[in-house]
T-cell receptor
Framework: NAGVTQTPKFQVLKTGQSMTLQCAQD?????MSWYRQDPGMGLRLIHY???????DQGEVPNGYNVSRSTTEDFPLRLLSAAPSQTSVYFC????????????FGSGTRLTVV | EDQVTQSPEALRLQEGESSSLNCSYT??????LFWYRQDPGKGPEFLFT???AGEEKEKERLKATLTKKESFLHITAPKPEDSATYLC??????????????FGKGTKLTVNP
């Protein structure tokens, strides 16, 4: 099982550029989420999805868009990159029902200059 | 005000020296409390889910417990390979959805041989 796959692993963007962080899971999980992790801040939820076609905002959604056209994929779009978006981004997924934790990807380290 | 507080921020132990990590939370309507382990440069790895006060779960040298206001992660006779950052997260009832996890900032554990 590949689990949760994130690409790219590293990315450098210039201020104002846009890009898409890719996330794919092969476990047929209903729920998927995007987090960012910054030193001293912990993991913060950006957007999440409870199924194909259904998304909602998390704690820090500004500057990011998501869509969920299939169960497997949950891309995160940065509309106009800013230095404040320099962070490590994690995608996670879990199956429906209780007693299941999220499986996280290995992360994308993004630097905006 | 932080809703999830982990202490201590960092902990150094000698191999075999047992100790506990603390996670306190202030949310109401707890749906679940999660413990994760995160190694440097990797995504968090799911360890436990706890749902109700008094519940306990064990995995190898780790034991997680839950009260109405806090959770403890007990580490018995730790080994150097237990060195990692341990993250606590709570899922609770909020307006607009239930799939929002709030993470603490973590406890960085170092076990010296």
């Amino acid at each position: 099982n590949a689990g949760v796959t994130q690409t790219p692993k590293f990315q450098v963007l210039k201020t104002g550029q846009s890009m898409t962080l890719q996330c794919a899971q092969d476990m047929n999980h209903e729920y998927m989420s995007w987090y960012r992790q910054d030193p001293g801040m912990g993991l913060r939820l950006i957007h999440y999805s409870v199924g194909a076609g259904i998304t909602d905002q998390g704690e820090v959604p500004n500057g990011y868009n998501v869509s969920r056209s299939t169960t497997e994929d949950f891309p995160l779009r940065l509309l106009s990159a800013a230095p404040s978006q320099t962070s490590v981004y994690f995608c996670a997924s879990r199956r429906g029902g209780t007693n299941y934790g999220y499986t996280f990807g290995s992360g994308t380290r993004l630097t905006v200059v | 005000e932080d809703q999830v507080t982990q202490s201590p921020e960092a902990l150094r132990l000698q191999e075999g020296e047992s100790s506990s990590l603390n996670c306190s939370y202030t949310v109401s309507g707890l749906r679940g409390l999660f413990w994760y382990r995160q190694d440097p440069g990797k995504g968090p790895e799911f360890l436990f889910t706890l749902y109700s006060a008094g519940e306990e779960k064990e995995k190898e040298r780790l034991k997680a417990t839950l009260t109405k206001k806090e959770s403890f992660l007990h580490i018995t006779a730790p080994k150097p390979e237990d060195s990692a950052t341990y993250l606590c997260a709570v899922q609770y009832n909020i307006q607009g959805g239930s799939e929002k996890l709030v993470f603490g900032k973590g406890t960085k554990l170092t076990v010296n041989p």
